[in-house]
């Protein structure tokens, strides 16, 4: 039930009609998943859904993505939708009628698809969310634009593409967008349950290279050359001491990892260099300048204090997902109202990345995890794994809650 211009509504008969719809399109989308820009069938699918509907629908923005415009009956602002729609490269093990059996060729090799991430739910759940408000412009006042995202799980290398590439293109302009609001299913929340952080609510995920040059000798006479390994242990050393000594952990977490390092050849011979990979996550934005800054400055100066050389690139992967504190006041009685009080709960931040965050960073925007597991369930099965399973009688909460907060919002003005 919501309130519009003073009069009360339920929109529970559309729900009801079209919850069966969600979870065939749901299901159709699963046996069917696509990887990321690559997603030519799903974005068929949603621009002919669309259309059926009456809605403006671009496609192709950002290689496969769609976008619908819906115009209500009275003027006001604009509240954009998003869902992802891409898969992973998982064979899935499921025993399910619609598991997928699709393979594609990804880095060169044969891969199973999988949409192992749930961007089937989300698709499905905007298409029908598409629908119910186009059946009640009567109850828009402003604009809806529906965005459907390719690659949200990251472009394949050498491209572009995910938010990014849609904000570049524009997706936000014409007609500008006042907020944003967007989900992600979860396999360890009961369905039934919305959870949700203002402010840093998902990291920003950063990588970085270290470079670092010593001196070769021979390994019995360490001193006549410079030792790449140990000045790399001393870095790694140091960017730890970044984290536990200068990060204000009470805020938000954050995390600095190397993953891969890579030097010598020989049990005998100290090598001229070494490489380091790794990844930096962060939740608040003065944090990430202050990592940022204090590892271009630190790491150079820990090589020289060992006479060699380092040098350090950090390349920005995906922003911080920051639920805009005031919106996310703003339309929490929204979210009470469509889930229930109760199933309205707070959760810690998560150190793990979206590319919600792209548009995050142009407009307010409030990103909410949708319960997707069998209420009880000891043992969910975990995202981006060939077990990754969801409970579809969680969908129609989604539905309902982005329907919801997307009139609520526009009727404020
Ligand atoms: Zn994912
Ligand atoms: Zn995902």
């Not at 402010?199 to 050359?225: D, E, L, N, R, Y």
């Not at 030097?263 to 202050?290: C, Q």
Request: aromatic content about 6%; hydrophobic content about 40%.
């Amino acid at each position: 039930m919501g309130t519009v211009h003073g009069q009360q509504w339920s929109l529970d008969a559309d729900y009801k009609a079209i919850e069966p719809k969600i979870i065939e399109w749901r299901r159709d989308i699963h046996q069917n998943p696509e990887l990321s820009n690559r997603e030519f069938k799903t974005a068929e699918k949603i621009a002919a859904h669309l259309k059926s509907l009456g809605i403006e629908v671009q496609t192709g923005v950002a290689h496969t993505g769609v976008v619908g415009i819906l115009k209500g009956k009275k003027s006001g602002k604009v509240v954009a939708l998003r869902a992802d729609i891409d898969a992973l490269p998982v064979y899935e093990r499921n025993d399910l009628a619609f598991r997928s059996e699709v393979t594609s060729e990804f880095l060169g090799e044969t891969v199973g698809v999988m949409h192992a991430c749930g961007h089937d739910t989300h698709t499905a759940i905007l298409m029908g969310v598409a629908e119910v408000l186009s059946k009640n412009t009567d109850k828009i006042r402003g604009t809806v634009k529906f965005i459907f995202q390719p690659a949200e799980e990251g472009p394949p290398p050498g491209e572009e593409g995910g938010a990014l590439l849609m904000v570049k293109e524009g997706v936000l302009k014409a007609p500008d967008v006042d907020a944003i609001f967007g989900l992600h299913i979860n396999s360890e929340t009961p369905a039934g349950v919305i959870r949700y952080k203002s402010g840093g609510a998902m990291a920003a995920a950063q990588s970085f290279t270290i470079k670092v040059k010593g001196k070769q000798s021979h390994g019995s006479q360490p001193w006549s050359g410079v030792d790449p390994i140990l000045i790399s242990a001393k870095i790694i050393d140091g960017l730890q001491t970044i984290i536990s000594r200068e990060a204000k952990l009470t805020n938000e977490a954050a995390v600095i990892t190397v993953g891969k390092i890579k030097s010598g050849v020989r049990f005998n011979i100290i090598p001229e260099d070494a490489e380091m990979l790794g990844t930096i996550r962060t939740l608040d934005y003065e944090m990430k300048d202050h990592i940022n800054r204090r590892m271009m400055e630190m790491i150079p100066d820990i090589a020289k204090a060992y006479g060699g050389e380092a040098v350090v690139e950090i390349k920005d992967a995906t922003d911080i997902t920051y639920n805009d504190p005031d919106l996310v006041s703003a339309m929490l009685p929204t979210l009470n109202r469509v889930a229930g009080t109760a199933n309205v709960q707070t959760q810690k931040a998560i150190t793990g990345a979206e590319d919600f965050s792209y548009f995050q960073k142009e407009v307010p925007g409030f990103f909410i995890f949708l319960g997707g597991m069998t209420p009880g369930n000891k043992e969910p099965f975990p995202h981006h794994t060939p077990d990754f399973r969801i409970d579809e009688s969680g969908l129609i909460l989604g539905v309902k809650a982005l329907t919801e907060l997307s009139l609520d919002y526009l009727e404020k003005g």
